[in-house]
């Protein structure tokens, strides 16, 4: 089945710096790619997604990257605010069917 | 509109019994899928239904089950009950099952066996 790893499990970043959480999955067939928020006691919350016809997506602050050939795809958070604290999941999928979630990165942003 | 609600938001229960777990979709959406998050961890595919059949099933014991409603709701049923078990159930659902289409999640279900 799909495996993915994601990095770094957890991170820390100065408010207004850049964040950049990365994750590589196994299953070539995967075609969907969203990133979760979740904060603490909520439900997750989708924040971006990219299909696999395209190679970065972007939405003001926040950029998504996908690697088909290297199976990767990356989580780029610019001018970062407190508000962006939370632990955030990649996820692979065909569609939107049996999401395989990474093990989740807490990003912290110190004022 | 109400977006993905499910019942009850906390529930204790002891080894070896049983418990239900209920979903209602956004209004429109067929699909449901069930996750199990462990704490700490990020959540893991139980179950997706789509127009009332099963999907897909994730790598979880006979023990758990589900069904899907003629209005599209979901329940989610876990015998026998476990001390591992104790986690977060979500429920998500979407328009149609495999399409380019977010997932919504519902706010979960804390389950604490005890």
């Known amino acids: 089945g799909e495996n993915v790893e994601q990095h770094p499990s957890t991170l820390s970043v100065q408010e207004g710096d850049s964040a950049v959480i990365k994750c590589t999955y196994s299953d070539s067939a995967s075609n969907y790619f969203p990133w979760y928020k979740q904060e603490l006691g909520k439900r997750p919350q989708l924040i971006i997604d990219?299909?696999?016809?395209?190679g970065e997506k972007k939405d003001q602050r926040i950029a998504v990257t996908l690697n088909k050939t290297a199976k990767h795809f990356s989580l780029h958070i610019t001018e970062t605010q407190p508000e962006d604290s939370a632990v955030y999941f990649c996820a692979s999928g065909f569609g939107n069917e049996k999401l395989t979630f990474g093990t989740g990165t807490r990003l912290t942003i110190i004022p | 509109d109400a977006g993905v609600t499910q019942s009850p938001t906390h529930l204790i229960k002891t080894r070896g019994q049983q418990v239900t777990l209920r979903c209602s979709p956004i209004?429109?959406?067929?699909?449901v899928s069930w996750y199990q998050q462990v704490l700490g961890q990020g959540p893991q595919f139980i179950f997706q239904y789509y127009e009332k059949e099963e999907r897909g099933r994730g790598n979880f014991p006979d023990r758990f089950s589900a069904r899907q409603f003629p209005n599209y709701s979901s329940e989610l049923n876990v015998n026998a009950l476990l001390l591992g078990d104790s986690a977060l159930y979500l429920c998500a659902s979407s328009l149609v099952g495999g399409g380019n289409t977010e997932a919504f999640f519902g706010q979960g279900t804390r389950l604490t066996v005890v």
């Open positions: 990219i299909r696999s016809n395209v």
């Open positions: 209004s429109g959406h067929k699909s």
